[in-house]
Structures are given as C-alpha cells and as structure tokens.
Antibody, heavy 121, light 107 residues
Framework: EVQLVESGGGLVQPGGSLRLSCAAS????????MSWVRQAPGKGLEWVAN????????YYVDSVKGRFTISRDNAKNSLYLQMNSLRAEDTAVYYC??????????????WGQGTTVTVSS | DIQMTQSPSSLSASVGDRVTITCRAS??????LNWYQQKPGKAPMLLIY???TLQGGVPSRFSGSGSGTDFTLTISSLQPEDFATYYC?????????FGGGTKVEIK
C-alpha cells in the first residue's frame, strides 16, 4: 500500500524549532518530487516547500525562506522539514505529499494524514 | 508569485445538480492546473491534473477544462459524497500556489 506517515508535530514556543518527518512506503520514494503543504486552523491549503528526487533542487514559499529547510534521505525513504524561528502564524496541520516523477507539474497524488504544529507561549 | 482566485468561495446545491467552480490565474499557466477535494479532518485528494486529466479512481462526473488563465471544475451530477471543499493549484512555477477554496454545501 502506498503510504505517507508524518510525525514530529507538537507544541512549541515562538522562536523555537521543530523537525517534521514523513515516512514513505509502498513506492519508489527516490523517483518522486516531494512537498510539504500546510493548513492553518479553518483556513485553506498553503504549499510550503518541495524537493527534487535527488535533493538537488529545493523551493520554498517566501514566508518560510531562511527559517525552514526541506530535506530527504532516499536510503531511509524519508522526507523532513526542519522548522526554526517558529512564529504563531506557522501554526497548522502539516502534510507531506508526493509529486510526480518529472518536473513536479502534475499534482500531488498521495498525501499523509498530517501532523499538527502549534506555536504558542 | 502566481495568484490563484477561485469563485465562488462557497455554494449551496442539491443532489443531482450540475456544479461549476472557476479558477483564475494571475498569469498564464498553460495547462498546469490541478484540482483537489478535501473533506473535514481529512487530507486533500487529487481529482484532476493538467487541467483536464482525471486522476485514477475519480468518478467520471468530475471534469476539468481550461488553459492559460481560466479554468473550470464541473461536477455533472452532485452526489452526497461530493459535499466538500475544492481547491485549485497551479504547478507552472514555484512557489506552487493554491486557490482559496470553494466549499460545496447541501442546499
């Protein structure tokens, strides 16, 4: 079964750090672009970052540039999001999602269940 | 950044109705437009990619059209399980951006 399972969410104080993980199974992880997408409480979807199959290309939404780092370990079939200098506005459910095998142009077809990040004092 | 504008933001419809949701990009995105369905408390699900290609397993009552800046998602005959929020997303250039969503509610 194709599956993505996120972990690492929790409550953190403003200015703190958190590392999210996403474990992939049931497909050849190293063949796919991967993304993080978040959803603040009661709000819409916001794409956060994506990473190419070999990790050579990474892209971010402006609001997290310089604070968040996306990475992957293809040997461990895992995707990561290191989040530093967290702000209240980073509070959201964070999803990892599978892109495609080409240029990440054809949508995100597999999603995890999400992990909740709450930034509050 | 490319802005995606969906309309309406919400609509009420009855089972069996034909429903159309529109999505407009702030610049041409060719056909790099995807549609998702999200139900409360659940992860989004890909319905359509490349503007008009139905994702495997998605019922044929869903269809997509458009290119350039204007796109539509159509549900030909609304079913009870279709009440949800729908999002468009452009994949033409980073940052990838979503529309604000359209909530389809029961009339």
């Amino acid at each position: 079964e194709v599956q993505l399972v996120e972990s690492g969410g929790g409550l953190v104080q403003p200015g703190g750090s958190l590392r999210l993980s996403c474990a992939a199974s049931g497909f050849t992880f190293s063949s796919y672009w991967m993304s993080w997408v978040r959803q603040a409480p009661g709000k819409g979807l916001e794409w956060v970052a994506n990473i190419k199959q070999d990790g050579s290309e990474k892209y971010y939404v402006d609001s997290v540039k310089g604070r968040f780092t996306i990475s992957r370990d293809n040997a461990k079939n895992s995707l990561y999001l290191q989040m530093n200098s967290l702000r209240a506005e980073d509070t959201a459910v964070y999803y990892c999602a599978r892109g495609d095998t080409a240029m990440d142009r054809y949508g995100m077809d597999v999603w995890g269940q999400g992990t909740t990040v709450t930034v509050s004092s | 950044d490319i802005q995606m504008t969906q309309s309406p933001s919400s609509l009420s419809a009855s089972v069996g109705d034909r429903v159309t949701i529109t999505c407009r990009a702030s610049q041409s995105i060719s056909s790099y437009l995807n549609w998702y369905q999200q139900k409360p408390g659940k992860a989004p699900m890909l319905l359509i990619y490349a503007a008009s290609t139905l994702q495997g397993g998605v019922p044929s009552r869903f269809s997509g059209s458009g290119s350039g800046t204007d796109f539509t998602l159509t549900i030909s005959s609304l079913q009870p399980e279709d009440f949800a929020t729908y999002y468009c997303q452009q994949s033409y250039s980073s940052p990838l951006t979503f529309g604000g969503g359209t909530k389809v509610e029961i009339k």
